[in-house]
């Protein structure tokens, strides 16, 4: 953060997605505290089976994570005290250099737009069901990351109602964001920047 001072930004945006940057965090959080290598992921769909519904959706960022965090359920509460921690490092070089500093939560698909992914959604929800697991792990972890932000001060967006809200698919292959995506995200980002004073 302390390269943008030389840019003299009015602004920075964190952008964090909730589908697996909790996990993502984990390999170095696990080495630097000598907590050793996690256990391996649950499979949701048994080698050699029909997977059905689900298809290419179990290379789902989101999936992964959620099948990280049944086989290694402490890592929940660390994953996201660690991905909070984050932000607060950053913030006083941004704001030392007098610049606004929002944090933005990106929701994974499954929870982003349940109703357009629904037939996508019950397939995974049946599969994660049969090892006492749920989908909405993704929004809890979520409501905790944005509470402890808020704790320190930080501004932040949270993209969950917008996203549900749309009738149409955001997301392209990969499940990045598509143009309807992309165009979604420019407008929000402009209207609350704006009743922020922006």
């Not at 953060?1 to 589908?19: C, K, Q, T, W």
Request: proline share 7%; net charge negative.
């Amino acid at each position: 953060m302390e390269s943008l001072r030389s840019l003299e930004p009015d602004l920075v945006i964190a952008m964090f997605y909730g589908g697996n940057d909790l996990k993502n965090v984990m390999p170095l959080e696990r080495y630097f505290h000598s907590r050793g290598s996690p256990r391996a992921p649950v499979e949701l769909v048994p080698e050699g089976t029909d997977p059905g519904p689900i298809g290419e959706s179990l290379d789902f960022a989101e999936l992964g994570q959620l099948a990280y965090l049944h086989s290694n359920p402490l890592d929940e509460r660390i994953a996201v005290g660690t991905c909070a921690s984050i932000a607060p490092r950053d913030a006083p070089a941004v704001r030392g250099a007098r610049a606004r500093f929002v944090c933005v939560y990106l929701p994974p698909p499954l929870c982003a737009q349940p109703t357009v992914f629904a037939e996508v959604r019950a397939a995974v929800e049946d599969r994660l069901r049969s090892r006492e697991m749920d989908v909405e792990l993704s929004d809890r972890m979520a409501d905790e990351w944005i509470a402890l932000l808020r704790e320190h001060g930080l501004e932040v967006l949270d993209l969950r109602a917008q996203f549900q809200s749309a009738e149409r698919s955001l997301l392209a292959g990969g499940w990045h964001t598509n143009l309807r995506g992309n165009a979604l995200l420019a407008s929000t980002f402009r209207q609350e920047l704006e009743a922020r004073g922006f």
